[in-house]
């Protein structure tokens, strides 16, 4: 067996940026440090914070009065924002910047008086995030289908947002339906779909016809890897969805000659090397590096944290 193993994969500038954030917050103010929902979606990730003295919980309530609690990479509503004033936390926002770049596209669709149609999943913390800034004036949109029936007041004074993480092909598709239904649509000033999710989604392509299987390193709660396994399946071949190497199966290795390999934006690196490693096992004996497009961004950390 041969396996590619596509670039650019893992993690992006700001996923290690929310990363960076916690371990500087344990080192500056010591542990426990409070991080409200999963900092990243990755358990691998998780777990080695929790080890380092990070702290989750589901709710502020949950966080001590005066401790320092850390908002994750996917973005809060303004109100958890006031929650936390209100419980005497010390806040840290490790918000992606792309993601607060869409908050504040949806502040400024809503001050212009507009409805907006945020394109996304609605169950995703980032998009639950985006909702709050204009809870009243936001209806999700997750598919063409409801693309073509959702109802605005006014259809001359409709914005469009959309979560980072989705699918280049399917944003692209509800976005084609909405342009047809409001001509006059505010857009974005540039695209909302990050730059890691798009890249490791190209590089995915550019592999299509070459490989028999496709195995995705993320976690079953990574929005950006399970596109990933999505956009693998649609060339017909088997694509597996994996956090780790124990959950590969001997068998979906049978008559396989080419194996694909990408990870989600959240995925350590660590990983992937623990699932080489498992297929090097199970009898593959070629691995190459497939090039994609290099990656320079970063993102400074939080004003606290610098």
């Known amino acids: 067996m041969k396996v590619l193993l596509c670039r650019p994969r893992g993690f992006c500038a700001g996923v290690e940026r929310a990363i960076e ?14 991080v409200r929902h999963e900092i990243v979606h990755n358990k691998v990730v998780v777990q080695d914070l929790e080890r380092k003295g990070a702290v989750f919980v589901d709710e502020l309530r949950e966080v001590p009065s005066g401790a320092h609690v850390i908002f994750s990479a996917h973005g809060v509503a303004p109100a958890v924002f006031e929650e936390a004033k209100r419980l005497q936390l010390h806040a840290v926002d490790a918000t992606c910047p792309l ?32 909702v709050g800034e204009a809870p009243d004036r936001t209806i999700v949109v997750a598919t063409p289908e409801e693309a073509e029936t959702v109802q605005v007041p006014d259809p001359t004074k409709v914005g469009v947002v959309t979560q980072t993480t989705l699918s280049v092909d399917e944003a692209t598709r509800v976005m084609v339906v909405l342009r047809r239904r409001f001509p006059a649509l505010a857009t974005p000033r540039k695209e909302d779909i ?29 929005s950006n890897s399970n596109r990933l396994r999505e956009l693998g399946a649609d060339n ?25 390999i990408t990870s989600g934006a959240s995925t350590p690196e ?23 497009e290099p990656e320079l961004i970063e993102f400074s950390l939080p004003l606290e944290l610098r």
């Open 270 to 292: 660590s990983s992937v090397a623990a699932v080489v490693e498992r297929l090097r096992a199970l009898g593959a004996t070629e691995f190459k590096e497939v090039a994609g």
């Open 194 to 222: 990050c730059y890691a999710t798009t890249n490791r989604q190209m590089a995915v392509k550019r592999l299509r016809g070459k490989v028999d299987l496709w195995l995705v390193i993320g976690d079953p709660m990574s």
């Open 99 to 130: 993601v607060t770049k869409v908050h504040a596209e949806a502040r400024r669709f809503a001050a212009r008086g507009c409805t907006i149609l945020l394109i996304g999943h609605a169950e995703h913390v980032e998009v639950e995030g985006v």
């Open 21 to 34: 954030t916690v371990e500087r917050a344990l080192a500056k103010f010591g542990r426990p440090v409070y």
């Open 236 to 260: 017909g071949v088997p694509a597996h969805l994996v956090l780790g190497p124990e959950q590969i199966e001997a068998g979906w290795l049978r008559g396989v000659g080419t194996i694909g």
